[in-house]
């Protein structure tokens, strides 16, 4: 009921049709004109602009394939720099290395006083920091440095000396020297001889030496001269090899010697030695002598022989090559000036290098274009910080060494333990082999003279080379030297080798340090060359 009382009474009923409309013949206008219109704004409109967006599309596609031609080209140039750069580089470090050979005394000497400046570098800068004039400074470390160089020379020399002499200390008697001036040889004395290892014959004499308190004991029966000196408020007798400036018992002291030395050596080198000695490449032509040599000592017969045809061999040799001896001797004199040379013009190069270090390092700056300034700033302060470092780490490492090394060989009983001990200390500077080369001199002087027999004295000083090695490995180099300069085994070996042969003994010891700073070089250089090549790229 509500459904039909809602009901719209305009409504028909279902059933019935509704009525048709008539249709208005403005709004059949309307309509054609809206659709002209429309068709109109199409064509004026919205074609052109898909015509522009086609011409938009076809445009940034011939730019993109513009600018990837441009970034191939752009690569090809880039890779033809590299190709470029790579060869004249090579071009260039083959110049270089050929002017470091011509100019390689010169270079040296430049070389050495610049590490040496580097390592007293910041001990100036420190004490100038207190107000002290650094000119004044510089010129009182070289005085020092010339007078510790004089030092360790002299301590060197005497110790040396000291240890090539056979030390018998003597107690004071007062009548020792009153039978000693007047050429008397007493019992006392001799006794003395006995208990340190020496007999002395009937045919010793003694006479004053002119220099005082010191007289000269000839041994005609053992062919041996001895100084007797006055030292410290006691009589000391000094043995050598026997003053071999002493032509008369030159013979017998080589006798002697090649005695010590062929008793020595191991049995199975003993044969071909004997051979070369005798003058023949033949090991079944050896003696009878020869044979009984690898079982048994040789007498003093037996090698007086063989040194007789040694001296008639050297002797034809001096005769035949005289002339070449004597220019050898002219050589020598003026390697020995040359020294002398050398050293004078490495302090003077070291003064100059202390007192204006820094004012350089400022002109260096300032001729450096701005582009490349940072760059230079970087190199300067790396190369001061990197060498400056290793160079003065290893100056400790060289020092520690030493003394460790001297002190090891002192204990084995080893003649010139601080002289070796030294010389230890300066080829562990050279990386891998030093140690060996270090090791040469101690094994010449056991085959000389060994404490406790050949074999035992070889074992131990290959132990103690290599608890040196251990040391210096596990724990100086870790502590003081670190990582700042590190190369690589390979690169190492090839640099010391490329040293050697463009600078000698100088060039193994400074490859190391000068390959840090071309490293450094070139890593710097090589970083702004990939800034530079990334510019060519993005075209700024």
Avoid at 122 to 133: S, Y
Avoid at 256 to 270: E, G, W
Avoid at 419 to 430: C, P, Q, V
């Amino acid at each position: 009921m509500n459904g039909s009382a809602n009901q719209d009474p305009t409504s028909h009923p279902p059933n019935e049709e509704a009525p048709s409309k008539t249709v208005d013949p403005t709004s059949q206008i309307n309509t054609e004109h809206l659709h002209a219109q429309t068709a109109t704004l199409a064509r004026e409109t919205i074609i052109p602009l898909t015509q522009n967006v086609e011409t938009m599309t076809s445009d940034i596609r011939l730019v993109v394939r513009e600018s990837r031609e441009q970034t191939r080209q752009a690569r090809v140039a880039n890779a033809s720099l590299k190709i470029i750069a790579f060869g004249t580089t090579l071009i260039s470090l083959a110049i270089l290395i050929g002017v470091v050979y011509l100019l390689k005394d010169i270079l040296a000497l430049v070389v050495i006083s610049f590490l040496i400046a580097y390592i007293f570098s910041p001990l100036v800068d420190l004490i100038e920091r207190k107000g002290i004039n650094r000119t004044l400074l510089v010129i009182i470390i070289t005085l020092l440095m010339l007078s510790g160089l004089a030092f360790l020379s002299t301590v060197t020399v005497n110790s040396i000396t000291g240890q090539i002499w056979k030390l018998l200390p003597l107690a004071v008697e007062s009548d020792f020297e009153d039978d000693l001036d007047r050429g008397e040889i007493p019992e006392s004395l001799r006794q003395k001889f006995v208990e340190g290892g020496v007999t002395l014959s009937q045919n010793a004499t003694i006479a004053v030496e002119e220099t005082g308190n010191r007289w000269k004991l000839t041994d005609t029966g053992n062919h041996r001269t001895y100084d007797v000196r006055k030292e410290e408020n006691q009589l000391k007798v000094y043995e050598t090899l026997g003053h071999l400036a002493n032509l008369e018992n030159l013979h017998e002291h080589l006798v002697d010697l090649a005695t010590i030395i062929l008793n020595q050596t191991p049995k199975f080198l003993r044969t071909p030695l004997l051979n070369y000695l005798e003058g023949t490449d033949d090991t079944a032509a050896s003696t009878k002598v020869f044979e009984q040599a690898s079982v048994q000592p040789l007498g003093h017969e037996q090698v007086d022989s063989l040194v007789e045809r040694m001296e008639a061999r050297i002797s034809g040799f001096v005769l035949g090559h005289s002339q070449s001896i004597f220019s050898a001797i002219g050589s020598s004199a003026r390697g020995a000036f040359s020294v002398f040379t050398t050293g004078v013009i490495i302090l003077f190069l070291t003064f100059f290098l202390l007192n204006s270090g820094r004012q350089m390092k400022k002109a260096f700056i300032q001729i450096v274009p701005n582009r490349f300034f940072e760059v230079a700033l970087v190199l300067i302060q790396g190369l001061d910080r990197q060498l400056g470092d290793y160079l003065r780490s290893r100056l400790i490492q060289t020092v520690i060494i030493s003394i460790i090394a001297a002190i090891g060989y002192w204990i084995l009983g080893l003649r010139f333990a601080l002289l070796i001990g030294i010389i230890a200390g300066l080829a562990n500077l050279i990386p891998y082999i030093g140690p060996f080369i270090g090791a040469i001199p101690a094994i010449i002087v056991v085959f000389l003279e060994s404490r406790f027999g050949l074999g035992w004295s070889l074992l131990a000083v290959i132990m103690l080379t290599l608890v040196i090695q251990i040391i210096d490995n596990a724990i100086i180099t870790p502590l003081i030297i670190g990582k700042s300069v590190e190369l690589g085994p390979v690169t190492t070996i090839v640099v010391v080798l490329l040293g050697e042969q463009l600078l000698g003994l100088m060039g193994l010891l400074m490859a190391v340090p000068i390959a840090a700073m071309c490293k450094l070089i070139i890593e710097e250089v090589w970083t702004e060359f990939r800034g530079y090549s990334r510019s060519i790229l993005v075209g700024h």
